[in-house]
């Protein structure tokens, strides 16, 4: 469970939504980090100033009653309220989800995404916390930079063949939980996610300077499935990549 959020659970949603007005200036501050609380039908009950600004509104309360579908393009807001609802109705928490955004002004952000449940002491659910938090830069003085740093610059410039997890730890001298671990902590994500990232970026970039065939833009990107390639882009962004193709043009 995210530190962030290790407290909102159980609870009453109206008795937070009110201890919350007491923090909002502070929520308003993180101009990294999207904040929010939704209630059980997925509608936003409390956002941070940071959200309202990426989606083009002036005040917060602007965006209160309403869903994500109601807020984002309707290209790919109904596909973050499908998000929510599935949290909703299974109770399962997201985790650190390696995401694509594209605010208003259609300016693409990566950032990880935590969702989180919220239930009442008798276990109801009655909504939901969640942040998403710009990935940031990574941490150049952690004694392990420089082993990582080349792991990063492998998986830049191979991501269009398969990468094993043996061929990474080789590269930087270090067992698979140590990869995992210190890739976190430099990357904050996972080896698995910066060969995801390294790959969507360069397909996000094909597809918006090159009129190349989907099916080839998979290819170079290290899909030899079109429908895998899909798949992925639209979990990390979504939108399928020829959505993506028409939305940012």
Same mark, same amino acid.
């Given at each position: 469970?995210?530190? =962030?959020?290790? =407290?909102?659970?159980?609870?009453d949603i109206d008795t937070l939504l009110r =201890?919350?007005?007491?923090? !909002?200036?502070?929520? /308003? ?19 941070? +100033? ?8 002036? $005040? ?17 807001? #109904?596909? *973050? ?8 109705? %299974?109770?399962? &928490?997201?985790? /650190? ?34 942040? %998403? ?7 150049a003085s952690h004694p392990a930079f420089q ?10 410039? $191979? ?31 996972? #080896? ?10 360069? !397909? %996000? ?7 190349? #065939? ?17 798949? +992925? ?6 939108? %399928? #990549?020829?959505? *993506?193709? &028409?939305? +940012?043009?």
């Open positions: 469970m995210h530190p =962030s959020l290790t =407290s909102l659970a159980p609870c =201890s919350l007005q007491a923090i !909002a200036p502070l929520l /308003d501050t993180l101009s990294d980090t999207v904040f929010f609380i939704k209630d059980n039908q997925a509608r936003y009950a409390f956002v941070n +100033q940071t959200l309202a600004r990426r989606c083009g509104f002036k $005040h917060c309360g602007d965006l209160v009653g309403l869903t994500a579908e109601q807020v984002f393009p309707e290209r790919f807001g #109904p596909l *973050y309220t499908e998000q929510d609802r599935r949290v909703l109705a %299974s109770g399962r &928490e997201l985790a /650190d989800q390696l995401e694509l955004h594209l605010y208003y002004g259609n300016q693409p952000v990566w950032c990880l995404t935590h969702k989180l449940a919220l239930r009442e002491p008798s276990g109801r659910i009655v909504g939901l916390a969640g942040i %998403s938090r710009d990935l940031q830069s990574p941490q082993k990582l740093a080349a792991v990063d610059a492998h998986i830049k410039l $191979h991501f269009a063949r398969p990468i094993s997890l043996a061929e990474l730890t080789a590269i930087a001298g270090l067992s698979v939980a140590q990869l995992e671990r210190h890739c976190k902590r430099i990357f904050q994500l996972t #080896p698995r996610q910066m060969i995801h990232k390294a790959r969507l970026e360069e !397909a %996000s970039r094909l597809l918006l300077e090159q009129d190349l #065939p989907i099916t080839e833009i998979a290819l170079r990107c290290g899909y030899t499935d079109h429908s895998a390639f899909s798949r +992925q882009f639209r979990a990390l962004t979504s939108l %399928s #990549p020829s959505q *993506y193709r &028409e939305n +940012q043009r």
